[in-house]
């Protein structure tokens, strides 16, 4: 069954899965970067203010109780609470303090008797003051040897001088209370309008000891419990992003509001809108996408074709990698061709070289010297007509039946000496001949029947005009690479013949009358490369040595 996709659709499909991937990919960033807006921009800014305002409280409120801690053991403050005169100098250290902080507050000296000694109150906070009847049970009911600091009602004092904490210690003078020194701080509100959207401070009690409004407030002065318990608040509809944090050691908690509405607002607008571009964005992509893919996989079509029917003239509509690709199509084509035409020669070769040595071992010539020696071999030796039979059947055998291109070393040196063996005994004292063969190679595959044309050619043109013929065959392994030689002590060929025969090696076509020589050459290069082949070097009235060169190959 074929289960083969099409390349259009898997296209589409791909195509549309990303275009998804990456709306989704910007999405999660889009929510991301609200991720990191909103912690930077509320969570980092709220965070900070509510940092800004617990150290000022802290430092504030520090100041206030170390000042108080050194006014009630000062001198003057004792003598002036024992009705001795120091007053003067008791206003000198009091309002110069209390006007040098960030945190303005009012002052009250007590004696030991609950009476006014001194203060920057008001005449009619001052009697507010006095008939306050939690403010008269703390002086008569409480120790306030350690010092004690609470909220106190916010509506206690008027004209501009509202507080609602006090910080207060008694004035010690040998183990007995003097009197008492009050600090009530005003209004924190002008300090802190501009901090947050909200801002409260409270005591451990959650008393309020400022609120920005008045909304924060359940009952009796507290501050909504609901307000510090979440990271969220809401309040009147609008949400607000809230802080709360404690300052160590003092169990003052500050806490404070950002409203967080236009973000909200923001985040839902965008959401939505991201949302509908993304769907939108998704249809159009799907109904426009077949039109795309046609023009996009028109060079797809134009390359399908161009396979199914090169043409060399035929261009790339568009695009510069499909008009490479038909290139290299081309190119392989053409060594393809090469190659099988290359195949084709080597076979066409081959089967002449065949032919042409099957010819020659049935000349009639060749057959009748053989049979003439067999005859007389018959009649004086006749084991060594049974070698000469043996050689001759051997030859037969390796040139009708021997049928691969490609034999290992071994074999057909066999054959080279089955073929010299019969020559010795036709020619004798005449022909001497040396068979020297690398023991590390004789298992390399050499084309067949490379050597025997050489053999031949020698004594083809240079027994008749030589006394004594010495022919020596090596095959030796130089590195990487093996040379096949045959060397003879004949006549040699004149340097005219010898530069035409090497012409005709170098061009590939054959102008002479050697066309062993030129058979195994080519051979060689059709089956090796250009690179390698034959060599000839030859001194006329010396010797000829004829040299082939291949690579060492040890495959087929």
Not at 72 to 93: K, P, Y
Not at 415 to 423: A, F, M, R, T
Not at 428 to 436: G, M, V
Request: glycine share 4%; hydrophobic share 40%.
């Amino acid at each position: 069954m074929n289960m083969q996709k099409s390349f259009r659709d898997y296209m589409k499909k791909v195509f549309l899965k990303y275009s998804i991937i990456t709306i989704a990919l910007i999405f999660t960033l889009y929510i991301l970067s609200l991720y990191v807006t909103f912690m930077v921009v509320v969570v980092k800014k709220n965070n900070q203010v509510n940092d800004r305002i617990r150290a000022t409280v802290a430092y504030e409120f520090s100041r206030y109780r170390n000042t108080l801690d050194k006014l009630v053991q000062n001198e003057a403050f004792q003598q002036v609470t024992e009705g001795r005169s120091q007053l003067l100098e008791v206003n000198h250290i009091l309002y110069p303090f209390i006007k040098s902080r960030p945190f303005k507050g009012n002052f009250v000296l007590f004696d030991k008797n609950g009476n006014i000694v001194t203060t920057s109150l008001y005449k009619g906070n001052v009697e507010a003051l006095k008939s306050d009847y939690l403010m008269q049970s703390l002086l008569r009911d409480t120790d306030l040897r350690d010092g004690i600091e609470r909220t106190v009602d916010y509506s206690l004092f008027k004209e501009g001088q509202s507080s609602s904490y006090f910080f207060a210690k008694a004035i010690m003078t040998d183990e007995n209370i003097q009197g008492y020194l009050f600090f009530f701080l005003e209004d924190l509100g002008r300090y802190f309008q501009h901090s947050a959207d909200l801002v409260a401070i409270t005591d451990r009690f959650d008393q309020a000891i400022y609120v920005s409004d008045q909304k924060l407030l359940a009952h009796v002065g507290k501050v909504n419990k609901h307000y510090l318990e979440g990271n969220t608040a809401t309040i009147d509809n609008n949400t607000y992003y809230v802080t709360s944090r404690t300052i160590h050691d003092q169990d003052i908690h500050i806490i404070n509001m950002l409203s967080i509405n236009t973000f909200k607002q923001s985040v839902w607008i965008g959401l939505i809108s991201f949302i509908s571009i993304g769907v939108v964005m998704i249809i159009v992509i799907y109904l426009v996408l077949p039109k795309i893919m046609r023009q996009s996989l028109q060079s797809v079509d134009s390359l399908i074709h161009f396979i199914q029917k090169p043409s060399k003239g035929m261009k790339s509509q568009a695009f510069e990698e499909f008009q490479m690709i038909q290139d290299e199509f081309l190119i392989k084509m053409d060594q393809i061709q090469s190659l099988m035409q290359s195949n084709v020669e080597i076979a066409e070769m081959k089967r002449k070289m065949e032919i042409k040595q099957l010819e020659a071992q049935f000349n009639p010539h060749f057959a009748f010297n053989v049979l003439e020696m067999l005859r007389f071999e018959i009649l004086f030796d006749p084991q060594n007509a049974s070698e000469i039979v043996v050689s001759f059947a051997n030859l037969l055998r390796y040139n009708i039946h021997y049928g691969s291109t490609m034999v290992p070393v071994e074999t057909d040196i066999k054959y080279v000496e089955d073929y010299l063996k019969l020559q010795k005994m036709r020619f004798n004292r005449r022909l001497d001949y040396s068979i020297d063969v690398d023991e590390s190679i004789r298992d390399i595959k050499i084309p067949k029947l490379i050597i025997q044309p050489l053999i031949e050619n020698s004594i083809k043109h240079c027994i008749e005009d030589t006394a004594h013929l010495d022919i020596a065959i090596s095959i030796l392994r130089k590195d990487d690479y093996i040379y096949l030689a045959v060397k003879d002590n004949g006549k040699g060929i004149e340097p005219d013949r010898l530069a035409l025969l090497q012409q005709s090696l170098e061009r590939g076509t054959n102008d002479t009358e050697h066309y062993g020589i030129f058979h195994s050459h080519r051979v060689v290069q059709l089956i090796y490369g250009e690179q390698f082949g034959m060599t000839i070097d030859s001194v006329h009235g010396e010797g000829t040595n004829v040299e082939i060169k291949i690579p060492l190959n040890k495959g087929d």
